[in-house]
């Protein structure tokens, strides 16, 4: 059995990497001045976070996997986790020196200030780290000024304005990576298209086939997990790709499924609901109003 390392606490992590801890909710940390250490000679080992953590991986110096998936450290590369997730660690075994920079902050820390409030916005904290985030140069020092600024607050000692500077830099820092991340689904273009012609494959494959009757109508984590992508990057990928959500460009096949369906069969409206895969024939007659503006009748009856 793989041996868990978890980190519950800043301090806790801080220790780990051979810094001192100048407030107990939030840190920035240089590798560089971490140990060298090697899990107890474990080559795969799993680390549990109890608070938001951000990577900064300079260099390749182990392959982390979370969920099936694995993700290899390459120059300038932010790898996002949540509280509460669990990453795997493979290595050679032997002692190595970390590299890179992280910060790390405590979910207490946020608690209310406008961050908190936004903090679901930021999807990537959601993503595998095969879909972490690849920074140009130009990047990765906004990234380290972020961390700076930062830091800074941090060793001026904990008064009454720290927690809303720092929860502000922060806020800056997300915001830029929100940026980035907007830049990396563009500059990847060619890998997004292949995706969505592979989802629109995928789609028309499930509803030409008898899964609809089966298992009913599909959804986003679905063809996300079909495509081994987490269901928040397929999203925003599709977002960014077609202007629609995931959820709404599924709609839209039902939807042109269903004209086809109501103006070139004599079937019930109901026959065509259960093969489209809905439970309830009132849930598609409604969806189809919606869409369209008119039931699935009253578009038989004009066309």
Not at 6 to 35: G, M, Q
Request: with cysteine; proline share 3%.
């Amino acid at each position: 059995m793989e041996k868990v390392f978890r980190f519950d606490t800043v301090n806790e992590y801080n220790a780990l990497n051979n810094h001192e801890t100048l407030h107990p909710l939030v840190s920035v940390i240089n590798f560089s001045k971490a140990n060298p250490r090697s899990w107890g000679g474990e080559k795969k080992v799993k680390l549990y976070f109890g608070f938001y953590t951000i990577f900064l991986k300079d260099v390749k110096c182990g392959d982390l996997k979370y969920g099936r998936n694995y993700y290899d450290y390459q120059e300038g590369t932010l790898v996002f986790v949540a509280p509460g997730q669990v990453l795997e660690l493979e290595n050679d075994g032997n002692v190595y020196q970390p590299k890179g920079h992280a910060l790390v902050f405590h979910p207490d820390l946020i608690h209310g200030t406008p961050l908190a409030e936004l903090m679901n916005d930021y999807n990537f904290f959601s993503y595998n780290t095969n879909e972490a985030l690849h920074v140009s140069e130009r990047e990765r020092q906004v990234v380290l000024d972020c961390f700076s600024k930062i830091e800074f607050e941090l060793q001026q000692g904990v008064d009454k304005h720290s927690k809303k500077l720092i929860a502000s830099n922060i806020e800056l820092f997300l915001n830029y990576c929100d940026r980035f991340y907007d830049r990396q689904f563009i500059t990847r273009d060619n890998v997004n298209q292949g995706i969505l012609e592979k989802f629109e494959e995928q789609l028309n494959g499930y509803f030409s086939s008898e899964k609809p009757q089966t298992y009913g109508l599909p959804s986003v984590a679905f063809f996300a997990d079909e495509l081994h992508l987490s269901a928040n990057y397929f999203g925003d990928l599709i977002k960014k790709e077609t202007g629609k959500s995931a959820k709404e460009y599924i709609q839209d096949k039902i939807i042109d499924l269903a004209k086809t369906k109501t103006f070139n069969t004599d079937k019930s409206v109901n026959e065509i609901a259960y093969e489209l895969g809905f439970k309830y024939p009132q849930h598609f007659t409604r969806l189809f109003k919606q869409r369209v503006g008119m039931t699935p009748k009253e578009f038989r009856q004009v066309n």
